[in-house]
């Protein structure tokens, strides 16, 4: 079998199973299984692959048919830049926290040597990001779940970069509990669906942990904890930015109002209301 047939074969079935983006996963899992860039297939479509090759790709084609991420499957993902270690245990990063990452990133520009707490930290990509991006900053990534936080502190070995520490600690402990200092800038994406929701939502993202899907009945049970026990780490003048579900904002904006921070909600991609955040539009 040729590259090119390997991957019309693949797309095919991932089509016939309801699969969305095809080609995308397809060639993704084709690449890894050749150690080939995405380039690299399209220049040798005519090229045969061994039959190691056919059986590893079409096996991970099934799975991925199965339910199984495609990132969960390839072992890693990117993330601005940053390629972290991604598996079983750990949410897997998405173009709507790039956003989030890249918001709190512009908005220290003119902040030296800034503290900053990544809260549910996960991978650690919101963390490792801001910290690549400003070698300056001291970040502190809290994580509660164990099989995300071996994750978060494997992604702190891999991007190198010694100005992110992994804090073992539950968010919903407090501020007061969690042995870390005030900070210039609050990040988190936390769980965020209705748990009604999380039976309906895509095979994929149910093989991924509850405990970092699971924002309570109304999405907001964190929100409520940031707002309530981890706004007085902010130091004067701080930064607080969230991700947060489809419609969602205003109840954060009300609670984070609450204690004295005014806010507003920013826009994904797809005219979803994603972020919410004290940072300005010209930070």
Known sequence: MTVGEARRRGENILCNAGLEDTRFQADCLLAAVLRR?????????????????????????????????????????????LTLAIGEGVLIPRPETEQLALLVIDALKE?????????????????????????????????????????LTQNIRRCALPNV???????????????????????????????????QLQAQVQREPRMALDGGADGCRFYRALAEQWTQALLPGGTIAVECGEGQAAEIIRLVAEKGIETQSILDNYGVERIVTNITAEA
């Open 165 to 199: 520490t992994a804090v073992r600690g539950d968010v919903l402990a407090g501020f007061a509990a969690s042995g870390l200092p005030r900070a210039d800038v609050i990040v988190s994406n936390p769980p965020y669906i209705r748990t009604a929701e999380i039976p």
């Open 37 to 81: 860039t995405h380039t690299q297939l399209l220049l040798q479509t005519q090229q045969t692959i061994d039959a190691a090759q056919e059986q590893r790709f079409f096996a991970w084609i099934d799975r991925l048919c199965a339910g199984e991420p495609l990132q969960y499957l390839l072992g890693e993902w990117d993330f601005l830049g």
């Open 111 to 151: 902040k030296a040597n800034p503290v900053v707490l990544d809260l549910c930290a996960g991978s650690g990509c919101i963390a490792l990001s801001i910290a690549a991006a400003r070698p300056d900053a001291q970040v502190y990534a809290l994580e509660y779940s164990a099989q995300a936080f071996d994750y």
